[in-house]
């Protein structure tokens, strides 16, 4: 998959992980994007170096999708930990 592919798949996934997980998040709508993406590439990277499952060249593999809302959830809970009581 490309660049591009990624990105969309990074917003559906942090999407989906917003809707999860809903709930007032410190970095708003963008913040919450941006995790999706980057979610969505450390889930790919987990992926194929930890569980010796490479992500399939394919949009629509389960798998990819699986992995980036994964790395979307676990990213987005961290966030949470760390940035959830800076706002009033």
Do not use: Q
Not at 43 to 69: H, K, N, Y
């Amino acid at each position: 998959m490309g660049v591009i592919a990624w990105l969309v798949l990074g917003l559906i996934a942090g999407a989906i992980a917003k809707a999860v997980l809903p709930g007032r998040d410190p970095g708003g709508l963008i913040g919450t994007t941006v995790i999706g993406i980057v979610g969505a590439f450390l889930g790919g990277w987990l992926s194929a170096t930890f569980l010796d499952r490479p992500v399939e060249r394919e949009f629509f593999d389960l798998a990819t999708w699986g992995s980036a809302i994964g790395g979307a959830l676990v990213l987005l809970i961290g966030y949470r930990l760390l940035f959830g009581n800076s706002r009033a």
